[in-house]
Protein backbone atom coordinates (compact mmCIF):
# COMPACT_ATOMS: atom_id res chain seq x y z
CA UNK A 1 0.00 0.00 0.00
CA UNK A 2 1.30 3.35 -0.83
CA UNK A 3 2.11 5.75 2.04
CA UNK A 4 1.77 9.34 2.13
CA UNK A 5 4.67 11.56 1.80
CA UNK A 6 5.53 15.25 3.38
CA UNK A 7 7.67 17.33 1.86
CA UNK A 8 8.74 20.78 3.46
CA UNK A 9 9.46 22.74 0.34
CA UNK A 10 11.36 25.61 2.31
CA UNK A 11 14.54 22.59 2.82
CA UNK A 12 14.90 22.07 -0.65
CA UNK A 13 18.04 23.51 -2.27
CA UNK A 14 16.74 25.65 -5.08
CA UNK A 15 18.34 25.30 -9.05
CA UNK A 16 18.52 27.66 -11.41
CA UNK A 17 15.64 27.89 -13.87
CA UNK A 18 14.77 30.36 -16.42
CA UNK A 19 12.12 32.12 -14.05
CA UNK A 20 14.40 32.18 -10.72
CA UNK A 21 15.20 29.58 -8.38
CA UNK A 22 13.14 26.61 -7.95
CA UNK A 23 12.70 24.04 -5.41
CA UNK A 24 11.28 20.74 -7.00
CA UNK A 25 9.32 18.22 -5.13
CA UNK A 26 7.39 14.93 -5.33
CA UNK A 27 9.70 13.29 -8.25
CA UNK A 28 10.03 10.28 -6.62
CA UNK A 29 6.69 9.86 -5.49
CA UNK A 30 5.08 7.29 -7.83
CA UNK A 31 1.38 8.04 -7.21
CA UNK A 32 1.48 11.31 -8.75
CA UNK A 33 3.11 11.72 -12.26
CA UNK A 34 4.29 14.93 -11.83
CA UNK A 35 5.93 17.50 -9.49
CA UNK A 36 5.29 20.60 -7.26
CA UNK A 37 7.95 22.74 -7.62
CA UNK A 38 8.12 26.30 -4.81
CA UNK A 39 9.91 29.01 -7.39
CA UNK A 40 11.13 32.43 -6.67
CA UNK A 41 10.75 34.42 -10.10
CA UNK A 42 13.40 36.99 -10.34
CA UNK A 43 12.29 40.38 -12.08
CA UNK A 44 14.25 39.29 -15.00
CA UNK A 45 12.08 36.09 -15.74
CA UNK A 46 13.16 34.46 -19.39
CA UNK A 47 10.36 33.43 -21.57
CA UNK A 48 9.95 29.52 -22.79
CA UNK A 49 7.98 26.83 -23.56
CA UNK A 50 7.40 23.47 -23.19
CA UNK A 51 7.23 20.60 -25.16
CA UNK A 52 5.35 18.01 -23.43
CA UNK A 53 4.64 19.73 -19.79
CA UNK A 54 1.24 21.39 -18.95
CA UNK A 55 2.05 23.55 -15.98
CA UNK A 56 -0.14 25.01 -13.13
CA UNK A 57 1.46 28.21 -11.55
CA UNK A 58 -0.35 29.46 -8.07
CA UNK A 59 0.83 32.65 -7.17
CA UNK A 60 2.01 32.84 -3.63
CA UNK A 61 3.21 36.51 -3.29
CA UNK A 62 3.96 39.04 -5.73
CA UNK A 63 5.07 42.43 -6.72
CA UNK A 64 1.72 44.52 -6.96
CA UNK A 65 2.35 44.93 -10.95
CA UNK A 66 3.39 41.56 -11.18
CA UNK A 67 1.67 39.48 -14.47
CA UNK A 68 1.89 36.54 -16.56
CA UNK A 69 2.72 37.01 -20.40
CA UNK A 70 1.42 34.13 -22.40
CA UNK A 71 1.88 33.65 -26.17
CA UNK A 72 3.12 37.68 -26.10
CA UNK A 73 -0.69 38.70 -24.03
CA UNK A 74 0.26 40.27 -20.40
CA UNK A 75 -2.20 39.55 -17.92
CA UNK A 76 -2.24 41.03 -14.22
CA UNK A 77 -1.93 38.23 -11.24
CA UNK A 78 -2.26 39.11 -7.60
CA UNK A 79 -1.49 36.39 -4.92
CA UNK A 80 -4.11 33.13 -5.03
CA UNK A 81 -3.90 33.53 -9.20
CA UNK A 82 -3.94 30.07 -10.44
CA UNK A 83 -2.55 30.06 -14.07
CA UNK A 84 -2.79 27.00 -16.63
CA UNK A 85 -0.09 26.83 -19.39
CA UNK A 86 -0.63 24.36 -21.91
CA UNK A 87 2.33 22.62 -23.71
CA UNK A 88 3.56 24.86 -26.35
CA UNK A 89 2.83 28.08 -24.79
CA UNK A 90 5.81 30.92 -24.50
CA UNK A 91 5.33 32.19 -21.32
CA UNK A 92 7.42 34.24 -18.46
CA UNK A 93 6.62 35.87 -15.10
CA UNK A 94 6.86 39.86 -15.03
CA UNK A 95 7.74 40.70 -11.16
CA UNK A 96 8.77 39.00 -8.57
CA UNK A 97 6.66 36.60 -7.53
CA UNK A 98 6.44 33.51 -5.72
CA UNK A 99 4.91 30.88 -6.85
CA UNK A 100 3.99 27.04 -6.44
CA UNK A 101 4.17 24.88 -10.17
CA UNK A 102 2.21 21.44 -10.63
CA UNK A 103 3.65 20.23 -13.58
CA UNK A 104 2.06 17.36 -15.11
CA UNK A 105 3.95 15.31 -15.95
CA UNK A 106 7.13 15.29 -14.04
CA UNK A 107 9.45 18.31 -14.60
CA UNK A 108 12.46 17.12 -17.14
CA UNK A 109 14.66 19.72 -17.89
CA UNK A 110 15.27 19.02 -21.48
CA UNK A 111 11.21 19.56 -22.02
CA UNK A 112 12.21 23.36 -21.20
CA UNK A 113 12.37 25.72 -24.44
CA UNK A 114 13.97 28.91 -24.33
CA UNK A 115 12.24 31.46 -26.24
Known amino acids: ?27 DFAEFPGTVHLTDIEAAAHPHHHEQH ?5 ILQCDPDAAMELDGVRTP ?9 PPGVVHRAIGKMQ ?17
Do not use: K
Open 1 to 27: MAQPQIVDLTAISPVACPCGLARRALA
Open 54 to 58: TEIYV
Open 77 to 85: VSPLTAVAI
Open 99 to 115: VLIVCYPEFDPSDEVLA
